[in-house]
């Protein structure tokens, strides 16, 4: 069975940074699209960001675009969401997911497959 791990959360001041990884084993990474979704308490989960087999196209929603960075290390089977300007509505808990994909640059922003367990962001004053 696959597995994808997540980490780097915690607690930032707003304004601060965050990098979350996202290690990925069992499966060949490179046949995967990756995608990071987040879920704040009382809401649904909802896309963040997330990037093509070969790292060469990413999609972002739109309140994150400028300040959120994500990119892929198919060699080390990881998968990076780097995290800038944070704000209080990125407070959540962050999940890395895949999905198997045929090649090209198609980013999904939904029909993920399989799921990390989540790590905790939480930005304070």
């Known amino acids: 069975q696959g597995q994808l791990v997540e980490s780097g959360g915690g607690l930032v001041q707003f304004g601060g940074s965050l990098r979350l990884s996202c290690a990925a084993s069992?499966?060949?990474?490179?046949?995967?699209?990756m995608g990071w979704f987040r879920q704040a308490p009382g809401k649904e989960r909802e896309f963040v960001a997330g990037?093509?087999?070969?790292?060469?196209?990413?999609e972002y929603r739109d309140a994150v675009k400028g300040r959120f960075t994500i990119s892929r290390d198919n060699a080390k089977n990881t998968v990076v969401l780097q995290m800038n300007s944070l704000k209080f509505e990125a407070t959540a808990v962050y999940y890395c997911?895949?999905?198997?994909?045929?090649?090209?640059?198609?980013?999904?922003?939904?029909?993920?497959?399989?799921w990390g367990q989540g790590t905790q962001v939480t930005v304070s004053p």
């Open positions: 990037i093509n087999w070969n790292g060469h196209s990413t």
């Open positions: 997911a895949a999905v198997e994909v045929w090649g090209g640059n198609y980013v999904p922003r939904s029909g993920y497959d399989y």
């Open positions: 069992g499966r060949t990474f490179s046949k995967y699209a």
